[in-house]
């Protein structure tokens, strides 16, 4: 059995969403965006536990209905994601927990299927320091130059994907790239951590729509998915 303990980055400012309440916050058929993007995890027994990293003195977390549950944990989250994951990682290493592999999920990914987080759980293998979900890219993808948008040229497609998250990492490699020294880098995911220090990582596609919420106007395609995928009410 893959025993893992999950840590959810969401002390994120949402620069990319205006509003007053923070996006990881936001109800939908009242339930928090927050809580459909862990409801998922907890369906596994696998699953020793989850740390939520949340912003410093925030509120919202304390209307939560799965506060409740003894899965559920509440630590501060640092100024970058890399920062809250590395206090989500102290959480857990100062805990008597026993566990194998880190899964880590973007607390704005609601659309996430049981059967994803199954199917990278079940490919992780001693070969791998972790696996990533994702799906192969199937538009044409430009490179183009940052302050003038022009193209420079076409990539390769065949060698693409679209990486998303939950991320699994056996313990002691994220242990091991989460250090002092990395805390001030940028990445975008921690599997680009993982990469940049030799680790070897393999994808696996997942559904396409499992997918973040960044614009105000994912909002409605969100609850479209959800109300496909059974997990609405109305």
Known sequence: MNNFVAIIPAAGKSSRYSGEVPKQFLKLDGRTVLELSIKPLLDFSECIGICVLIPPDDQYHKALDLIDNPKIFIAEGGHSRIKSVA???KFWEQSEASYDYFLIHDAVRPCLRSSDVQLA????????????LGIPCSDTIKKVSVKESFILNTLDRTELWRAFTPQIFKKEVLVKNVSEENLNKEFTDEASLIEANGG????????????????????NLIKSILSSQGRMES
């Open 87 to 89: 206090n989500g990682i």
């Open 121 to 132: 759980l079940n490919s992780i293998d001693n070969e791998v320091d972790g696996v990533v």
């Open 200 to 219: 070897k990582l393999k994808m696996v596609q997942g559904f396409k729509d499992n997918i973040k919420l960044t614009f105000p106007e994912d909002l």
